[in-house]
C-alpha cells in the first residue's frame, strides 16, 4: 500500500518568500511522484512528475521538487512567491505499473501574502 | 485538446433522488479514474477503468453508487439513491501511458 504524508494543512509566506511544502510517502516499490495545484473551484493541474531520472523536477510556474530515496520525501519549492500562487497543493505517489492509482495526501493550503 | 469534460458542473438534488455524472475523458487516454474530494476525507478513488473495464471498485461506498464505462469516449457515475452525506465534488481523470493524469473541472454536487 502507498500513502502520502504533507506536513502543515496550511503555509502562510510573504510575496517574494521562499515556498516550502512537504511531502513524505510510503511505497513498497520505487515511486512515481506528483505534486498539482488546485484553485478554488477549479480541478487539479499538474505542476510537475518525477518517475525516473534526474531527482530534481522543475514543473511549471516556476516550482520545482527534488526526490530525496534515503529520506521518503519530495517536497516542493520555488524561490519566490507570488500572489498567484496561492491555491491548494497535492502531493500523490503511484506505482509504476500497469494497473495503478494515484494516492493523494490531504493537500497543503498556501496562503500568500503581500 | 479540449482535456477530460465533466458534466454538469454543479448538480442539486433532493434526497432520494438519482444523480448521474457524466465524464470524457481525453482521446487516446486507456485509463478513467473517478474520484471524490470532500473537507474531511480529501481526494479518495472511486474506481477505475482499464480500456473500458473496472478494475479496482473498492472505493466506492456502497451498492448507491455504480459507475459505467460503455466505451473509451464516456462514463457515468449514478447515485441512487442520494443522500445529503454525498454531498462533495466528483473528479473524473484520464491517463497517458507515461502516466499523465488530466483531471476534468469536477462536478460540485449538493443533496439537499
Known amino acids: 500500500a502507498q500513502s502520502v504524508t504533507q506536513l502543515g494543512s496550511h503555509v502562510s509566506v510573504s510575496e517574494g518568500a521562499l515556498v516550502l511544502l512537504r511531502c513524505n510517502y510510503s511505497?513498497?516499490?520505487?515511486?512515481?511522484l506528483f505534486w498539482y495545484v488546485q484553485y478554488p473551484n477549479q480541478g487539479l493541474q499538474l505542476l510537475l512528475k518525477?518517475?525516473?531520472?534526474?531527482?530534481l523536477v522543475k514543473g511549471i510556474n516556476g516550482f520545482e521538487a527534488e526526490f530525496k530515496k534515503s529520506e521518503t520525501s519530495f517536497h516542493l519549492t520555488k524561490p519566490s512567491a507570488h500572489m498567484s500562487d496561492a491555491a491548494e497543493y497535492f502531493c500523490?505517489?503511484?506505482?509504476?505499473?500497469?494497473?495503478?492509482?494515484?494516492?493523494f495526501g490531504k493537500g497543503t493550503m498556501l496562503l500568500v501574502s503581500p | 485538446d479540449a482535456g477530460v469534460i465533466q458534466s454538469p458542473r454543479h448538480e442539486v438534488t433532493e434526497m432520494g433522488q438519482e444523480v448521474t455524472l457524466r465524464c470524457k475523458p481525453i482521446?487516446?487516454?486507456?485509463?478513467l479514474f473517478w474520484y471524490r474530494q470532500t473537507m474531511m476525507r480529501g481526494l479518495e478513488l472511486l474506481i477505475y477503468?482499464?480500456?473500458?473495464?473496472?478494475?479496482?471498485d473498492s472505493g466506492m461506498p456502497e451498492d448507491r453508487f455504480s459507475a459505467k464505462m460503455p466505451n473509451a469516449s464516456f462514463s457515468t457515475l449514478k447515485i441512487q439513491p442520494s443522500e445529503p452525506r454525498d454531498s462533495a465534488v466528483y473528479f473524473c481523470?484520464?491517463?497517458?501511458?507515461?502516466?499523465?493524469?488530466?483531471f476534468g473541472s469536477g462536478t460540485r454536487l449538493t443533496v439537499v
Open positions: 477503468f482499464n480500456n473500458n473495464v473496472p478494475i479496482d
Open positions: 511505497s513498497s516499490v520505487p515511486p512515481y
Open positions: 500523490a505517489v503511484t506505482k509504476p505499473s500497469g494497473y495503478s492509482t494515484l494516492t
Open positions: 481523470a484520464s491517463r497517458q501511458e507515461d502516466y499523465g493524469y488530466t
Open positions: 518525477y518517475t525516473t531520472g534526474a531527482t
Open positions: 482521446s487516446g487516454h486507456n485509463s
